[in-house]
């Protein structure tokens, strides 16, 4: 069992940056995958990035690529996405999700175990 808990989510301007962390209970943390998602306004859980549980492998949607960073620390239980140079789209609630590494890893909301409560971020222009 692994909870999650976001923080750092906030109002920033247009162009601005903000980190949001994951804290994460329970034994194990590097044999979980870790992801964020996200969901604006009026729209489903989009996908943004995954690290896999020892944080060799990232990947990203193509959305956040050279914008954004995911990271973790397994050391303190503890997951990151560095925003950058963010956009008014990119406005949403962010979510951290995290699975078992022998389940593999999806793009979509069904294939991630445990979720967060979710911290909201919105971009102004």
């Known amino acids: 069992q692994v909870q999650l808990v976001e923080s750092g989510g906030g109002l920033v301007q247009a162009g601005g940056s903000l980190r949001l962390s994951c804290a994460a209970s329970?034994?194990?943390?590097?044999?979980?995958?870790m992801a964020w998602f996200r969901q604006g306004p009026g729209k489903e859980h989009d996908f943004v990035a995954v690290?896999?549980?020892?944080?060799?492998?990232?990947d990203y949607a193509d959305s956040v690529k050279g914008r954004f960073t995911i990271s973790r620390d397994n050391a303190e239980n503890l997951g990151y996405l560095q925003m950058n140079s963010l956009k008014p789209e990119d406005t949403a609630v962010y979510y951290c999700?995290?699975?078992?590494?022998?389940?593999?890893?999806?793009?979509?909301?069904?294939?991630?175990?445990?979720w967060g409560q979710g911290t909201q971020v919105t971009v102004s222009s």
């Open positions: 999700a995290a699975t078992p590494t022998v389940y593999g890893y999806s793009k979509t909301v069904s294939g991630w175990v445990y």
């Open positions: 329970g034994r194990s943390f590097d044999s979980y995958f």
């Open positions: 690290i896999s549980g020892t944080g060799n492998r990232t």
